[in-house]
């Protein structure tokens, strides 16, 4: 495939997870959302179709890596570096789009939550406790969760543990059962196990983190939330924003290794 294929496919690819994928928090976060309090099988769900839907749809043009830590396994894997740029580079301009169109999207959602006075405070705001969750995390503004992660206790060595661990999960799985013949992306039943996975590693190590397992995924839209015109929007807790990029590629990296210990 080409460097053009590879990076028309990954900021296509990419663009439509985050879409869907930041589209399913909007959806059951922001004040009159008709999914509001959806809840957290939700969110995982929605993420897993959003992994499923954009690995069909760009499979064929760039082997749909999606993930940085992908990408990364799988340059590992194989000893080839060449095309890693332009797959980073396609995944983070992707995630950026993406997490603009669900911005798009939920635009009047996003006016009402930051405008009302029981999320972002102000005179006549009752108890913390109407507040936004993320509202009450230092450094992060009350939609950030919908544009990228944040943990539910902050402790730096446990949160990037437990990126690493999700990572290593999803890397593994892609790299022992969903790569297509070629062994450079994912392949169409591969597709499938893959978005069973993240729903998987959502639901069971999802809880302290919220289980960015992928930098793109947690960069390229805490970048967008940052420069947004959002209301009231508080800030985007880039003292943290180093976890859901180093954990992950760390997470990735051991993948390899693993398999090229153990499978090969």
């Known amino acids: 495939?080409?460097?053009?294929?590879?990076?028309?496919?990954?900021?296509?690819?990419?663009?439509?997870?985050?879409?869907?994928?930041?589209?399913?928090?909007?959806?059951?976060?922001?004040?009159?959302?008709?999914?509001?309090?959806?809840?957290?099988?939700?969110?995982?769900?929605?993420?897993?179709?959003?992994?499923?839907?954009?690995?069909?749809?760009?499979?064929?043009?760039?082997?749909?890596?999606?993930?940085?830590?992908?990408?990364?396994?799988?340059?590992?894997?194989?000893?080839?570096?060449?095309?890693?740029?332009?797959?980073?580079?396609?995944?983070?301009?992707?995630?950026?789009?993406?997490?603009?169109?669900?911005?798009?999207?939920?635009?009047?959602?996003?006016?009402?939550?930051?405008?009302?006075?029981?999320?972002?405070?102000?005179?006549?705001?009752?108890a913390t406790q109407a507040k936004a969750v993320e509202a009450q995390e230092k450094g992060a503004g009350p939609v950030l969760g919908v544009f990228s992660t944040g943990p539910e206790i902050r402790n730096a060595v446990q949160n990037l543990a437990t990126e690493i661990i999700g990572t290593l999960v999803l890397v593994l799985a892609v790299l022992t059962q969903g790569l297509n013949d070629d062994g450079n992306g994912l392949g169409t039943l591969g597709a499938l196990i893959t978005a069973l996975v993240v729903v998987g590693i959502g639901l069971s190590l999802g809880g302290p983190t919220g289980y960015a397992i992928n930098p793109a995924r947690d960069l390229g839209p805490r970048i967008v939330h940052a420069l947004l015109p959002l209301p009231n929007k508080g800030g985007s807790d880039w003292s943290y924003a180093w976890i859901p990029v180093a954990g992950p590629l760390i997470g990735g990296a051991l993948a390899a290794g693993i398999y090229k210990l153990a499978f090969v």
């Open 1 to 126: 495939m080409s460097s053009s294929d590879i990076f028309i496919g990954e900021t296509i690819g990419t663009a439509m997870l985050i879409l869907l994928g930041g589209g399913v928090v909007a959806a059951v976060v922001l004040k009159a959302s008709k999914a509001r309090n959806a809840g957290w099988l939700a969110i995982t769900f929605g993420w897993g179709f959003a992994v499923l839907t954009a690995v069909y749809t760009t499979a064929p043009l760039s082997g749909a890596h999606l993930n940085p830590a992908v990408t990364l396994g799988i340059a590992i894997k194989d000893g080839e570096w060449g095309d890693v740029p332009t797959y980073w580079a396609g995944q983070l301009l992707g995630a950026m789009i993406g997490a603009a169109l669900v911005w798009i999207a939920y635009y009047g959602q996003f006016q009402a939550h930051l405008t009302d006075r029981e999320i972002v405070g102000g005179p006549g705001a009752q």
